[in-house]
């Protein structure tokens, strides 16, 4: 009847037959040492051409750490690393020392006047052990520090406008104060831009569909939700009239435990467990921060330390 049918049997002895030919080819194809030579220059020169960059930083000095401190082999190329890339992930383990990497990374690249003015942007439990150890590892360094009382809403404006006018080595601020310091219009829109063209591109599709009235709905509150996280990022520090980020001078951000900035808003036409599309305003708000500092010195501007890459979904890894 013209109808194709599977012949089970038959299909079975063709693969069995095919994984035999192919185990027996991979043997047969080295059997010949001409012909393996051969194929092994073959290889390398089409494929096998191209090695990942190492980096040695066994050479540097380090003017201005403390005698106290003798810095391990991988934190030394860690700040090396740092020194010739610009943009780098500190993605050792929990107890590597990632902490010295950012410090001093931030003190050389700055001795060396590739950057000007890093922040140092660190968890809120973290602010008075992280600024001790910067003292610790340099004590002539010059550093502000945004603690509860330089950071209350009475002393904001002045901290921020005394960070703007003077020239630290470093600042220093928590997670939860770096996102009080607002940012420009300018800044903003572009990333609002680029973000809502998407979402509303699938939510047209979704609109095409009839039976995705649930996706539709999600969608439409995504993209509600992805506004007022931006009209909040907008009006960040507008109340105390503090000074936008952009003119702070802050050319570079170091972020400890970054990957509390994972949940950047995306969107996905499949509902899967455990994968959820909707950023968050903390993660937005350093990326806006982060894309102007690399708009303005493409490939240095940040550096992101974290042991926890990934915590717990692929929608992390996206």
Sequence with gaps: DKKTVLDSNATQAANDMAGKIKAKFKSW??????????????????????????????HLTLPGVSLRFKLHPHQLTAIWRQIQTGNTYLAHAVGAGKTIE?????????????????????????????SNEFMELYPLANIMVADDQNFSKERRKAFVAAATLNAPDAIVITHDAFQRIGVKPESVDPIRDEILADLEEELEAAAKDAGARVRRG?????????????????????????????????????????????KLDFHTAQSIKGIDPNGSRRALDMYVKTRHLDRQRPGRAMVFASGTAVTNTMGEIY
């Excluded at 000074?243 to 994972?262: K, L, N, S």
């Design 29 to 58: 194809v080295w059997l010949d040492s001409e012909r393996a030579a051969d194929l092994v220059e073959s290889y390398n020169d089409r494929y096998n051409n191209i090695a990942p960059r190492r980096f040695d930083g066994s």
């Design 102 to 130: 950012a410090i001093a990374g931030g003190m050389e690249q700055k001795r060396l006047g590739l950057i000007q003015k890093p922040i140092y942007v660190v968890p809120n439990h973290m602010l008075e052990q992280f």
């Design 218 to 262: 999600q969608l439409e509150q995504q993209i509600e939700a992805v506004n007022q996280r931006f009209d909040s990022i907008l009006s960040a520090g507008k109340k105390d009239g503090v000074v936008d980020f952009e003119d702070m001078g802050v050319d570079f951000i170091f972020a400890d435990e970054a990957h509390v900035y994972r």
